[in-house]
């Protein structure tokens, strides 16, 4: 049984351009939720995906946005990257409202 | 939202029982308190999770107050493995799923 996978592993854009991170839930789970984590501080919430619709929103701008496919995968997408924009970005599922969240490894961005 | 206030680094030894104590002064009556591990380049692994009293499972056991503003993880004779960074968390309990606020943890560095 497969974990959540996030694809790519790593990446590296440049200041403007736009960026989009894939992720596979957990076997049998539905909700993904994503979270950026900066260097040496914990992950912070960015949105949380159920039934293709964003259901909660984290303090981060337009600019990020995100979708949910029928097969519950998802992508996170960031347009305008900023230099502070460099960051871990983690996938996490969960099945319906079980606070349980079971983590990828994340896709390390760079912009430069 | 429930802020979580932790130690931000704690120092062990191989073989010594660890504990972690969390502060939560404002949880909700409905929140549960949930503890995640994170080694380096790898997203946040569940840990445990409990309500009240004691939660102990095959990693790790969970002390929570009467008055629930604190819980302790207790980790039983601890290994360099264990080396990783440790968060408390509060889960905001909203109408539709749950979103998750990470702190900045508490990074335990167990020595040999």
């Known amino acids: 049984d497969a974990g959540v996978t996030q694809s790519p592993t790593h990446l590296i854009k440049t200041r403007g351009q736009q960026v989009t991170l894939r992720c596979s839930p957990k076997s049998g789970h539905d909700t993904v939720s994503w979270y950026q984590q900066a260097l040496g501080q914990g992950p912070q919430f960015i949105f949380q995906y159920y039934e293709e619709e964003e259901r909660q929103r984290g303090n981060f701008p337009d600019r990020f946005s995100g979708h949910q496919f029928p097969n519950y995968s998802s992508e996170l997408n960031v347009n305008a990257l900023l230099l502070g924009d460099s960051a871990l970005y983690l996938c996490?599922?969960?099945?319906?409202?079980?606070?349980?969240?079971?983590f990828g490894s994340g896709t390390q961005l760079s912009v430069l | 939202l429930a802020k979580t206030t932790q130690p931000i680094s704690m120092d062990s030894y191989e073989g010594q029982e660890v504990n972690i104590t969390c502060s939560h002064n404002?949880?909700?009556?409905?929140?549960?308190i949930t503890w995640y591990q994170q080694f380096p380049s790898q997203g946040p692994r569940f840990i445990i999770q409990g309500y009240k009293t004691k939660v102990t499972n095959e990693v790790a056991s969970l002390f929570i107050p009467a008055d629930r503003k604190s819980s302790t993880l207790s980790l039983p004779r601890v290994s360099l493995s264990d080396t990783a960074v440790y968060y408390c968390l509060v889960g905001e309990q909203m109408e539709y799923g749950n979103k998750l606020v990470f702190g900045a943890g508490t990074i335990l560095r167990v020595k040999s």
């Open positions: 996490a599922s969960s099945f319906e409202n079980n606070e349980k969240l079971f």
């Open positions: 404002n949880i909700a009556t409905n929140d549960y």
